[in-house]
């Protein structure tokens, strides 16, 4: 199926049900418990840096136990998986001496998720699983400086930005992936950026590149780093008529749902939320079982308040399955109508006309 029929298949089915995202890569991964050995591989055994952490270089050194991950969310039920690319950016990947990688990662990445994606689709032919490439946020920011005594001073600029995710965009749709997804934004300028060399991408390739744009907020104000509230962040991205907006990360979904709420009453789109499984305990763990997260996320349905759901940091397959049989019989939300009106945005929403 090509990937045009598989979006439109994807349409029609979230006008009938919530999809289900996967959880955590992060969290899986972990799982594994593995050496500095077991990320270099044999393509790096000699390389002269340390990079052990470097989640996305496992696409290309343990491409076999990403495989299993993408398989174990996928039978747990998830419609969409996401590639493990979080961090497949020149500007994330210097940290590790690997900016040279980014493509690669990338196109890698989504390969590995496509071979999952397509293999489940023809275990469930009734139920097609689809790909989201997963753009992170990098390290850098381009709204707040890293000195405090030079607040004009930015470690990169707006331009990098965008070459950046154009580039990770273009190894990720090579690969094979259906869709984008934006996710855990701190910075809405970092955003813009990305969402410039994506469109930049279309305009080029003439392919349509549904994009999904998920927000991160950093405290119960429901703000995000760079100071925005949720409904100011999503009048800063409109303009890019995502496929779905929403938001991750951030709390649990108990804290996370008054944003999702709010998000749910002004955006003309489908919305998507994944929280993480509660906050890490003083060991970093994650305390929230399968069955808090999904009655929480079932909340969330039953007030018609979403479209996707999910897990981040902390979920595993087990509360991806939780959650999916908890959106059995599930409406999607209902799609509002806007009026016309002048919606504006600085750290704070501004609506003329209504």
């Not at 590790?96 to 690669?104: I, K, N, R, S, T």
């Not at 090579?174 to 060399?197: C, M, P, V």
């Not at 970093?284 to 479209?307: C, F, K, Q, S």
Request: glycine share 8%.
């Amino acid at each position: 199926m090509r990937t045009d029929e598989r979006i439109k298949w994807l349409r029609g089915t979230m006008a009938q049900r919530i999809l289900v995202l996967d959880g955590a890569m992060g969290t899986s991964i972990q799982s594994y418990k593995l050496s500095e050995q077991d990320f270099r591989g044999e393509r790096f055994r000699d390389f002269g840096r340390d990079v052990k952490g470097n989640n996305d270089l496992l696409n290309l050194t343990a491409s076999h136990i990403i495989r299993e991950i993408h398989d174990s969310f996928l039978e747990a039920g998830a419609d969409i998986v996401s590639t493990n690319t979080f961090n497949s950016t020149q500007i994330s990947q210097a940290d590790y001496g690997m900016e040279d990688l980014a493509y690669e990662l990338n196109r890698e990445g989504a390969r590995l998720a496509r071979e999952a994606a397509d293999a489940w689709s023809e275990k469930t032919p009734d139920r097609r699983r689809f790909v989201a490439g997963s753009l992170g946020p990098t390290n850098k920011t381009l709204s707040i400086s890293p000195d405090v005594n030079n607040p004009a001073f930015r470690e990169v600029s707006f331009d990098w930005v965008k070459d950046n995710y154009r580039q990770a965009a273009e190894g990720l749709i090579d690969g094979g992936a259906d869709l984008l997804l934006l996710e855990t934004i701190f910075d809405t300028l970092n955003a813009k950026a990305s969402i410039a060399g994506i469109q930049e991408l279309a305009d080029e390739t003439g392919k349509e590149i549904p994009l999904l744009i998920s927000g991160t907020i950093t405290d119960l104000s429901g703000r995000t780093l760079s100071g925005q509230t949720v409904i100011a962040f999503w009048h800063s991205v409109r303009h890019a008529k995502p496929f779905a907006v929403g938001l991750n990360c951030s709390f649990g979904a108990d804290e996370l749902r008054p944003h999702v709420a709010d998000l749910a009453h002004h955006a003309d789109v489908p919305v998507i939320a994944y929280p993480n499984a509660g906050l890490p305990n003083e060991m970093g763990d994650y305390d929230e079982t399968p069955e808090m997260t999904a009655a929480h996320i079932r909340g969330w349905a039953e007030e018609g308040l979403v479209n996707i759901v999910g897990g981040c940091c902390g979920t595993t397959p087990d509360h991806i399955k939780a959650i999916a049989d908890a959106m059995q019989g599930m409406r999607p939300r209902a799609i509002p109508e806007n009026s016309i009106a002048m919606r504006l945005s600085g750290l704070e929403a501004v609506t003329i006309g209504l």
